[in-house]
């Protein structure tokens, strides 16, 4: 099967380089608490990669919720976010998930450009705390796309600042509103988590760490070009 190039690796940020999926979801689960309803954790996974208001609107059709002003859902969508911030401010650069920094300095050595793709408005903050902005050539965040995942808008607009072509980017994603993004963007994706969450993902590992180094030593020969075959853990 041809090659294609392998120009650029596209991040989301939360759950697949530090793990803020657990503040996003005590936040939220707080919100409910005080409209009067129990949000499990099951219910947050429908949260994952999707905008701030659009996770509103998903949280308060879960509690039966629907005659709010839109005012009262910004007030609240805002203290939502003054709590995740402040549970923020705890990280550290130990909250980096395994095999991050160890994979981004691999894709670096072999000249494979890097970016953050997140819907998470709070993606500077996030990357300030764990010390780690400087790995990525280009961060895209919800303060610079109009169209939240699953739309491709935040891929498309990190393979442009990049310079890379959207056949060029493997995207990584724990999020199936992501990894739909992606597709739809016109590039492969590598999911990380659930497999039957993120089955559309063209591959799937539960972590970073499963990657390196085999799957840069396996399909990325001296010309920086990788195959379109599906890696395993056979391979």
């Not at 709590?83 to 923020?88: C, P, Q, S």
């Not at 109009?146 to 493997?170: H, I, N, T």
């Not at 590598?190 to 799937?204: E, N, V, Y």
């Amino acid at each position: 099967m041809q090659a294609q190039p392998f120009e650029a690796a596209i991040f989301d940020l939360d759950g697949v380089i530090v793990d803020t999926a657990k503040f996003h979801y005590q936040a939220w689960r707080r919100l409910a608490g005080e409209l009067g309803f129990a949000f499990s954790e099951e219910q947050n996974e429908q949260l994952k990669g999707v905008s701030r208001m659009e996770s509103l609107e998903l949280l308060l059709r879960a509690g039966g919720i629907t005659d709010l002003m839109p005012e009262q859902k910004e007030t609240l969508a805002s203290r939502k976010n003054e709590w995740y911030k402040g549970l923020l401010e705890t990280l550290t650069p130990y909250d980096v998930l395994p095999g991050v920094c160890s994979f981004l300095g691999l894709l670096h050595s072999r000249g494979v450009r890097t970016a953050i793709a997140s819907a998470s408005k709070n993606a500077p903050l996030i990357l300030e705390k764990v010390r780690i902005r400087p790995l990525f050539d280009v961060v895209v965040d919800g303060n610079s796309i109009v169209r939240a995942k699953p739309d491709p808008e935040v891929f498309l607009e990190a393979a442009r600042q990049l310079g890379a072509s959207p056949d060029g980017c493997y995207v990584f994603e724990d999020a199936a509103a992501g990894v739909e993004g992606a597709i739809r963007a016109g590039m492969r994706v590598i999911g990380i988590g659930d497999g039957q969450m993120l089955a559309r993902a063209h591959l799937t590992v539960n972590s970073l760490e499963q990657l390196e180094p085999v799957f840069l030593l396996s399909h990325i020969g001296v010309n920086g070009h990788i195959g379109r075959e599906e890696y395993t853990d056979e391979q």
